[in-house]
């Protein structure tokens, strides 16, 4: 079992940047890869980015690419999510998302933990 605690939500006009963590808990977090994931109301959940178990290989869903920065820290077991040039279209709950597959996914299906989300308002 993983445990996975998102911080870091907040309301923010457009332009401006957030900075979300994940803490993890339980078992090792460097032995699985993770992932954000964020959903609109109304809207499926969606992919954001992907980071590997060791932080030598991200990928991230076109419409975050260029603004948003996924990182690790497999020593404080926590991993984070920088936003930078917020738009109104980002306003979602945000997910962090463990999982043991070894390559890039971006399917929700795909993870095996989640945690229980953080609200991002992005006001215009």
């Known amino acids: 079992q993983v445990q996975l605690v998102e911080a870091g939500g907040g309301l923010v006009q457009a332009g401006g940047s957030l900075r979300l963590s994940c803490a993890a808990s339980?078992?090792?977090?460097?032995?699985?890869?993770m992932g954000w994931f964020r959903q609109a109301p109304g809207k499926e959940r969606a992919f954001v980015a992907w980071?590997?178990?060791?932080?030598?290989?991200?990928y991230y869903a076109d419409s975050v690419k260029g603004r948003f920065t996924i990182s690790r820290d497999n020593a404080k077991n926590t991993l984070y999510l920088q936003m930078n040039s917020l738009k109104p279209e980002d306003t979602a709950v945000y997910y962090c998302?463990?999982?043991?597959?070894?390559?890039?996914?971006?399917?929700?299906?795909?993870?095996?933990?989640w945690g229980q989300g953080t609200q991002v308002t992005v006001s215009s």
């Open positions: 980071i590997s178990r060791t932080t030598s290989t991200t």
């Open positions: 998302a463990a999982t043991s597959y070894y390559s890039a996914n971006t399917s929700p299906e795909r993870y095996d933990y």
């Open positions: 339980g078992r090792t977090f460097s032995s699985y890869a």
